[in-house]
């Protein structure tokens, strides 16, 4: 009895240590993971919180450029939505998106299917895909403003030439046609995103399961309709909302093209908050109008936040 007692004190001593020094590595772990987080924590709270409230302390406020102004609680908010110009607004910001959104999802996957291939030179066409993505906005603004110049467009000089019309498009001047042009650069700049993003999940399909499918009697529809497109959901869902949140919120290609004219028939949400912010020292009301993209783009990141955390469980 007493050679076993002996014995069984040294154990009991050394899972003592084991555990003091496993808890004393936890800690450390632990210690080291909130100082490598603290930076990007810090960041966030300098670079997006303290601005985001100070954003909505000015939308609650009449504050102007040279005036701090009071508390008006959600007056402005209340004249944004009687104002015309803001519903009109609200409504190109919709079109927008949405035309934009769309001919980048068409033209996007159909790109990604096309450099799927194997073809000569795909390595040059795949970079030069990504040109208009990688191209300076301000860049691609300037040029796109000369090719719908309407005395030097050479968009006119090749539909006329064709003859396909006796006169060219007012482009940029025509409130018809204006929201338009500017959805079509919008559209060009974000087509190799999404061509892109899609041809990375495309190049993750492993390749029997076509075989499979060509075996099996599959045509080629029948393969991109039951093997490609399930497979490939998940990138095209994210590159999709990605792109939803960025033309929703975009401000430079409007801005550079139009500036929100003629007669506000290209005013975005963004374009709208920056000149009657900035441009007209109405701060409160600029404001009040930059926060009221808040809710869409929330809804938006939530549910692709969301959709992550279920495939990453799943």
């Known amino acids: 009895m007493g050679s076993s007692t002996t014995t069984g004190t040294p154990d009991r001593s050394s899972r003592t240590v084991r555990r003091s020094r496993l808890s004393d590595l936890v800690d450390s772990e632990r210690s080291l993971g909130y100082l490598l987080v603290a930076p990007v924590v810090l960041l966030l709270l300098a670079l997006v919180a303290y601005p985001f409230f100070v954003a909505i302390g000015y939308a609650l406020s009449d504050r102007t ?103 060219g498009f007012n482009w940029l001047t025509d409130p018809d046609l204006a929201l338009f042009s500017v959805l079509l650069v919008n559209a060009w700049r974000g087509v190799p995103f999404m061509a892109i993003t899609v041809l990375a999940g495309l190049q993750a399909i492993p390749q029997d399961l076509y075989d499979a499918s060509a075996i099996d009697g599959a045509g080629k529809f029948q393969r991109f309709r039951y093997v490609t497109l399930p497979l490939v959901m998940p990138v095209l869902l994210t590159a999709l909302v990605l792109s939803i949140i960025w033309t929703f919120s975009d401000f430079g290609i409007v801005y550079g093209l139009t500036k929100g004219g003629p007669m506000n028939a290209t005013h975005v949400l963004a374009t709208l908050s920056y000149q009657t912010g900035l441009a007209s020292g109405n701060i409160g009301e600029g404001a009040a109008i930059s926060l009221t993209m808040l809710p869409v783009l929330l809804v938006l990141i939530i549910w692709q936040l969301r959709r992550i955390r279920r495939s990453t469980v799943a």
């Open 65 to 167: 450029l040279a005036d701090p102004g009071v508390f008006v609680g959600l007056e402005n908010f209340v004249l944004l939505w009687e104002s015309s110009i803001y519903r009109q607004t609200l409504r190109n910001t919709f079109i927008f998106t949405a035309g934009s959104v769309a001919i980048r999802l068409v033209l996007g996957v159909g790109l990604a299917l096309l450099l799927n291939e194997s073809f000569r030179f795909r390595r040059a066409v795949r970079a030069a895909i990504l040109l208009p993505w990688i191209v300076p906005t301000v860049l691609g603004t300037m040029a796109w403003l000369w090719m719908f110049n309407p005395n030097f467009s050479v968009l006119n000089y090749i539909l006329v030439q064709s003859g396909l019309m006796e006169h």
